[in-house]
């Protein structure tokens, strides 16, 4: 008897994408994974429940492929993750094309879940939560075959005004190295060279588990794993970075010297009504002493414009920081509203139309910062890891370069590559975000 086909879409972050590589990996025996939704029988739809415009494009997927049923091969669609975490049964009558719904905790029940659907045609919810453990087991990745995803904690305490994440994914809690490290050798056994670690708060590891943050120590031990090439570090709070971390990223050379901060804003004002754990002194302060003791280090962050209460002065405060610090990499999103906040109570909301022209002004700035920072690359001489080809090219990434959120090199053909070869590209020219390269060797002095 032949096995049904499977599809997986993916929405929202890395922590998410990790979950859809678990969803597959605890089916896999039982059915035929494939990439092509136009070939499923079952439409797994892994949801994204963080703001209204990842609500939005959900619920928007979810309707899409719900058409597959009339026009291809599908015969079921399940819809799981934050947003099905976060509205349960509403979710299920309010779109009665899916089938089976489960939360964020239910990934072992899959198979029986579809068995019992198949023998009854009966729609199911199980979105059951135990704020205890993380998902783990065995996985496909979706990554390239030589980048994978670490994920070493779940949930969140700090609990920021303006966030659901707590509430949906529960208490922080770190999984213990043992784990990680078994995790970390069967991703390089299995041919990955760069592990990139991944948590709501990296900088909070093992303080639930130990006592203590351990997040160095871990870093160090998963580096002894022979044959990584690469670590990188996504998502940690500069308040909670410590100098063991800021040793490890200096001196460790398989830890890229690369960071994600996620500040969120710079004033003081702002940052106190968001409930951040920090302010703009310790903000300013953490980004000196990395630059100091990382010479070269990469910061990448995310921003919040038209949180609400944020004056003009707060804005502009916003905007001198970026011109003055001139981070490498800036994501900026609009303030979104959502129900279960604290913020969401706030007085004085922010007009949408001056979210989207705050929005516009900072990313006008950061797209000056990033052609003056890359006009300096030219000439410049990178390890560069291959991750794919064009017609005319083949692409690569830097250290500076975390997949599919930063830019990304442009190498000249001539030599023949293969992807997870890591290369010396020399930048010859760049291209906004992007930059241009040759492969480059002693001969090439």
Request: proline share 2%; hydrophobic share 35%.
């Amino acid at each position: 008897m032949s096995k049904f086909k499977v599809g997986m879409v993916s929405l929202g972050c890395d922590k998410n994408r990790v979950d859809s590589e678990l969803i597959l990996g605890s089916i896999n025996k039982f059915y035929e994974i494939t990439n092509n939704p136009k070939e499923a029988e079952i439409i797994i739809i892994n949801t994204c429940g963080f703001i209204e415009s990842a609500k939005q494009e959900s619920i928007d997927t979810i309707l899409e492929m719900a058409e597959y049923k009339k026009t291809h091969k599908c015969k079921m669609i399940i819809a799981t993750g934050c947003l099905t975490q976060r509205y349960g049964d509403e979710l299920l009558e309010l779109i009665p094309e899916i089938d089976i719904l489960m939360g964020v905790n239910d990934y072992m029940k899959l198979h029986k879940l579809i068995v019992d659907f198949i023998k009854t045609e009966q729609r199911v919810s199980s979105t059951t939560y135990k704020d205890e453990g993380v998902n783990e087991g065995e996985r496909i990745l979706t990554t390239n075959s030589h980048t994978a995803y670490l994920r070493i904690a779940e949930g969140c305490n700090n609990f920021c005004t303006y966030c659901i994440i707590p509430k949906i994914r529960g208490k922080f809690r770190s999984r213990s190295k043992e784990s990680i490290l078994a995790e970390a050798t069967s991703l390089v056994n299995q041919g990955v060279k760069e592990i990139i670690l991944i948590a709501q708060d990296l900088t909070n590891y093992g303080e639930d588990l130990y006592g203590k943050n351990e997040l160095h120590v871990l870093i160090n031990e998963i580096s002894n794993i022979k044959g990584l090439e690469w670590i990188r570090l996504l998502y940690c709070y500069p308040e909670e970075i410590t100098d063991e971390l800021i040793e490890v990223i200096a001196n460790n050379p398989k830890v890229m010297k690369y960071l994600d901060l996620p500040i969120q804003h710079i004033s003081n004002n702002i940052l106190k009504m968001m409930a951040r754990k920090t302010n703009k002194e310790t903000i300013i302060g953490k980004i000196n002493l990395l630059r100091e003791k990382v010479p070269g280090i990469t910061l990448r962050t995310s921003l919040i414009v038209g949180f609400p209460g944020e004056t003009e002065e707060d804005f502009n405060e916003l905007c001198r920081f970026l011109k003055n610090y001139k981070l490498d990499n800036v994501g900026v999103f609009t303030y979104s509203q959502e129900e279960g906040t604290a913020a969401a109570k706030l007085p004085n909301q922010v007009d949408e139309d001056v979210k989207i022209k705050r929005k516009e002004k900072l990313m006008n700035i950061q797209r000056g910062i990033v052609k003056d920072l890359n006009k300096l690359k030219i000439g410049n001489i990178y390890d560069t890891i291959i991750d794919g080809s064009t017609g005319e090219y083949y692409i690569g990434r830097n250290y500076e370069m975390a997949p599919e959120i930063d830019g990304l090199i442009y190498i000249t053909k001539g030599k023949v590559l293969k992807k997870g070869d890591i290369i010396k590209v020399k930048i010859t020219n760049i291209m906004e975000y992007d930059l241009v390269g040759d492969v480059w060797n002693e001969s090439s002095k």
